[in-house]
C-alpha cells in the first residue's frame, strides 16, 4: 500500500509559479511511475507528466517547456514545477503512482488546487 499526500497548491496570478510536491510512503517508491494528472471543473482528468522509475520523463504536449517533473527517490517525493502559469492551468492536481510489476496497482493522492487568476 502506499499513500500519497500532494501539497504546495494555492492562488497565483498569471505568469507565476507554483511548485507542487507529493509525498509517498512505502519503501518502495522507486519502483513506481509517478504522474501528476489534472481535472478542472466540468472537465475530464487528464495527464500533465509522467516520470520513470529510471527517470525517463514524459509531458502532455501543451505543456511541455512550461512544467517539469523530478523525483528525489531519497524523499519518496515527486515534484512538479509549474512556470509561467495560465488562467487555463486551475484545476486540481492529482498525484499517481504506478506500478505493474509484479501486479497493476494504481495509487491515487486526494489533490491539491492551483488557481491561476488572469
Known amino acids: 500500500q502506499v499513500q500519497l499526500v500532494e501539497s504546495g497548491g494555492g492562488l497565483v496570478q498569471a505568469g507565476g509559479s507554483l511548485r507542487l510536491s507529493c509525498a509517498a510512503s512505502?519503501?518502495?517508491?522507486?519502483?513506481?511511475?509517478m504522474s501528476w494528472y489534472r481535472q478542472a471543473p466540468g472537465k475530464q482528468r487528464e495527464l500533465v507528466a509522467t516520470i520513470g522509475s529510471g527517470g525517463t520523463t514524459n509531458y502532455a504536449d501543451s505543456l511541455a517547456g512550461r512544467f517539469t517533473i523530478s523525483r528525489d527517490n531519497a524523499k519518496n517525493t515527486v515534484y512538479l514545477q509549474m512556470n509561467s502559469l495560465k488562467p487555463e492551468d486551475t484545476a486540481a492536481y492529482y498525484c499517481?503512482?504506478?506500478?505493474?510489476?509484479?501486479?497493476?496497482?494504481?495509487?491515487w493522492g486526494q489533490g491539491t488546487q492551483v488557481t491561476v487568476s488572469s
Open positions: 512505502g519503501s518502495t517508491f522507486s519502483l513506481y511511475a
Open positions: 499517481n503512482a504506478k506500478r505493474t510489476y509484479p501486479r497493476l496497482v494504481n495509487y
